[in-house]
């Protein structure tokens, strides 16, 4: 059989990023561009604005400084923290002397970091505050080649004995004693675009997270590939939110801003990063699905409060966004109604969000709905699918005026200096391979690194997909995740879970049936703010998560929620029966990954008694679930579930 190779289009480049490694680019920024603004922070409610000048040398500083504790090339330095400008610093500074830097999830636990700073021989580590230094030296053993812990944040460390903890205004300090910023310029001409700049850890969603080795050029061709489909223009703002520790943060928040240049944003803290994306009004955003399920669930959360009058126009504003985003509207919708429901409610939605301004924001990490697409859309907010993954980078992406959301969009250009373009087929399996500029390699596991394959054989992604006619991805499932029943029907688990994700009330679903089992059931996690923000308007009583998951209304608008989703599907591959889980899944109890994917083997056999009953027909279960805390202890949750099945609640 004759295999259908499609190709990405060729595109032009305004910068060369050939034979380019990330800080030789700041170099050329801090050049070309040196008034510029390159980054704002937000600190006590105030915005501060640092030049690309100021950043260059403020990086020189760091690389002198950390070389000063010790840092040499090819080691690895770790970082633990928020996203806060320092972090980027760091991360440029380690860079330009030829170090490695790995990136590790704030929330990660001690086991989880040990873990990464053992594995991929960290010899020095950046903590943000007294919580990530704890974490730290809880796991020195399994870190033994730690020499020194750089904290950013000193309160609470002041009586800490450990001689290898050092605060970062001490580096500044002893650079001033190493060297000069000729030596600093020395190390950054001397770095190669094939050098590794990063180890990214994959999501572990089977096991240990594997360490994917990122060199210059790969990350630097990632942001070229983004900049050529979706039109990204210089001087555009851009938030850092998403943990750098994120491979697609190495793309969207370090090498973009370089290769652009745009300007990286970092919010006052977490909590606050909402209202902080109102006053940025950022051009371009990357967000995961499960961030963009928040987003839509905070905008019905205040629906939910609005008067009825203003929810059913509110509805129809949204109906006429949907209508103008289809182009399915006429001369008269289109000039009149959208213009009104555009004025009354969806540039209110749009200011809510803070993407007022927004030209290219996506979604990535995983699969988001086609219902909450057009939603967005509906309110007027470009949204686009992106696919791709730590070892092959951004793949594919809707370009500006891409109306299809059940695809993944078209192939991306690749930089012209650095690479063919992105070719891709689908093979016998089903699966997509592709011919792309790759990561180098797994650390330490060189068996994981063959059985991806290679550019000449055709990378294996492990993802089924298809290939429409306008040559755009349509993913199906992880190969490994699709599934058949008893009776030997094939169905897509994370089809039906991103759909059912798309309900407001429900936060998380596992989708359960293989061929030992004649029909689907589910696992519900629903979104305790919003159900709880239902229960008050109907005065529903309760007390606890677990009381307020079991409630009958509660059930009811989760099997509505199935039965919608259920008619997306053939038969036999639609969910029987669920069971709300009577606690919210959680990392810290391995039931997620730190990028909130859903760990199902570990899933599976936590709720198995629960599982086993649902497919027995029961009513109800008896159950008792350990819950782990982040600081390891343990306590045990004794609850009654109930066990629903779709047509009928008992």
Known sequence: MTRHVFRAELAATNRKAEGRT????????ARDFAAAPALKSKRAGIWRAQTWRWVYAEVRLLARGLAALGLRRSEVLALISENVEELFLLELAAQSIGAITVNIYSDASADELGYALGHSGAVMVVGEDQEQVDKILACVEAAPNIRRIVYLEGRGLWNYADERLVVLKEIRARANTFHDDAWVDAEIA???????AVYCYTSGTTGRPKAAMLSHAFILDNAHRLMGALKIKPGGNYLSYISPAWAAEQFFGVALPLLAPLVVHFAEKPETVQRDLREIGPEFLMFTPRQWEMQASNVEVRMMDAG????????????RGRRHAKGEDNWFGHAVMHFLADRLVLSGVRNLLGLTRASAVLSGGSGLSAELFERFRAFGIPLGNLYGSTEVGLISTHKPGSRNPHTMGALMPSDPTLSEPIEGWVDGDGQLRLRVLAFDGYLRDAEST????????GY???????????GELIFLDRLKDLRKLKGGHSYPPQFIENHLRASPMIRDAIVIGDETRDRVVALVNIDAQIAGRFAELHNLAYGTFPELSQLGAIRQQVADAIASVNRLVDAPARVAAFANLPKELDADEAEL????????????????????????????????IEVRYQDGTRSALRTTVALNRVDHLP
């Open 308 to 319: 009825a009058w203003r929810r059913k126009l509110y509805r129809w504003a949204v109906e």
């Open 450 to 457: 063959r059985a991806m394959g290679c550019r000449e054989q």
């Open 22 to 29: 990330l800080p030789q680019l700041l170099c050329d920024n």
């Open 593 to 624: 990954t730190r990028s909130r994917k859903l760990r199902r083997e570990q899933i599976h056999e936590r709720y198995a008694e629960m599982i086993d009953a649902l497919y027995r027909g029961e009513d109800s279960l008896q159950t008792e």
């Open 190 to 196: 001397h770095g190669r675009a094939q050098d590794v």
């Open 460 to 470: 294996s992604t492990g993802d089924a997909v298809r290939v429409n006619d306008a």
